[in-house]
């Protein structure tokens, strides 16, 4: 796959901006010892601008990178995976809907939420406890649900203003 310099800066340019949005904009969960962050809504973003595959690229190394610089070693990897299959999942629904259909991604950000939440759950059944999967069902649901729900109020704003389709020309 041949990458053009402009098609690569956007990807960093957005891998950045869900980096920022993971890493800056996150509230603690004591309960878990993790946090809740808005960087969904900024991987969904990432996918609506660059598409499937490098969107997906760009989203998990944005939240892969926030895992790393904010001490969560053990999350970089299943971060990095989980993510890019969460967007992966997200662009393949949006790739097959009907350009008619203007909501689409949103179809596609919830079977990539359910990817996210399962992933998550695996991933801590395996490297934590099963309790630990059990336990954090409802706040993972609700980061989930909440980048969704985000997405959607900020993706609607762009796209009303005509912002979406010229950050997509650019």
Not at 129 to 155: F, H, K, M, R
Request: net charge positive.
């Amino acid at each position: 796959m041949r990458i053009s310099m402009k098609n690569l800066t956007k990807a960093a340019m957005m891998a950045a901006f869900v980096f920022l949005c993971t890493y800056l904009f996150k509230f603690p969960v004591p309960l878990t010892g993790g946090y809740t962050h808005l960087g969904d809504c900024a991987v969904f973003l990432c996918v609506i601008l660059l598409g499937r595959k490098q969107g997906a690229l760009a989203g998990a190394l944005g939240a892969a990178l926030s895992d790393l610089i904010g001490g969560f070693m053990l999350w970089v990897i299943p971060t990095f995976v989980i993510k890019g299959a969460m967007a992966l999942v997200m662009g393949a629904v949006m790739e097959k809907m009907p350009r008619s259909r203007r909501m689409g991604w949103l179809i596609g950000a919830a079977a990539g939420g359910v990817v996210q939440i399962a992933g998550y759950q695996a991933a801590k059944y395996f490297l934590i406890s099963p309790e630990a999967a059990i336990v954090t069902i409802p706040n993972i649901v609700i980061q989930t649900g909440a980048g969704i729900i985000l997405s959607a109020a900020v993706i609607t704003l762009l796209d009303s203003s005509h912002i979406l389709c010229r950050l997509k020309e650019m």
